[in-house]
């Protein structure tokens, strides 16, 4: 869906499709594929057919570029809250990110954040004229979870990028950030049934790291029952830092 949206760090979220597969234990508990089960969409697995949207669906992002031009004011949108942008698969993929990319040169009052569990991806699936000169209305991230998967984030500074920032969604475990080349790291437990709450300690040493790095700190939520059940209050205050992108 495209949409306005409830998340901390974003103004808009656009999905140019609706699913993916599951890739490592942050998916476990994935909201995305609970709530396509829930609208009744198997859309989950390698092997499972994608939802795709129309010319409406794709026409949403230009009405907020234009209101943002009016207001002179950047948005931020979240690609893709319920698919994953580098996921591998079929041709059927490939020309819906060919789209994504048009989309994306059309609004440059849009400051589109691809997150992906998949960077490794990236330099291949985007446009060569963004690898020889990086867009600076695209940011890239990657989710980590625990020090097994460090390894996307090395694959993400390889990537040419205005922005690079990394979802700590869910935290599962401390992490010793290698921050050299990022410019954004957002920290946030996991919601819904089955939910896994982080240690306060591992998010205060995240925003330690990332305030002797240089690097902005978003905490997004504790997580729980519901997303906001238990807050956005870290050692008493809100984090809401943004790169300067």
């Not at 050299?180 to 920290?187: E, Q, V």
Request: with cysteine; proline share 6%; charged share 20%.
């Amino acid at each position: 869906m495209s949409e306005q949206t409830g998340i901390s760090w974003c103004d808009h979220t656009f999905n140019p499709w609706w699913g993916c597969v599951k890739v490592s234990p942050a998916c476990d508990h994935c909201y995305a594929a609970s709530l396509a089960h829930r609208y009744g969409f198997d859309v989950w697995g390698k092997d499972a057919p994608r939802r795709w949207f129309g010319a409406e669906h794709w026409r949403e992002p230009l009405k907020w570029n234009r209101a943002a031009e009016k207001t002179g004011a950047r948005r931020r949108v979240f690609c893709a809250s319920m698919a994953d942008v580098f996921e591998a698969g079929s041709s059927d993929l490939d020309g819906q990110r060919a789209n994504l990319w048009a989309l994306i040169e059309m609004t440059p009052m849009l400051d589109w954040l691809l997150l992906t569990k998949r960077p490794g991806n990236i330099a291949r699936m985007t446009p060569i004229a963004w690898n020889e000169r990086p867009r600076q209305n695209v940011w890239f991230g990657t989710t980590v979870e625990s020090p097994d998967y460090l390894w996307r984030v090395y694959q993400l500074i390889m990537v040419h990028a205005a922005v690079r920032f990394i979802s700590y969604e869910p935290a599962l475990a401390d992490v010793a950030w290698p921050l050299d080349g990022i410019h954004w790291l957002i920290a946030g437990g996991e919601s819904g049934n089955g939910c896994r709450p982080p240690q306060s300690t591992w998010l205060q040493s995240a925003r330690d790291q990332c305030q002797a790095a240089g690097v902005a700190f978003h905490f997004k939520q504790w997580g729980g029952r519901t997303p906001k059940v238990n807050g956005r209050l870290l050692d008493g205050r809100t984090w809401d830092e943004f790169p300067q992108g």
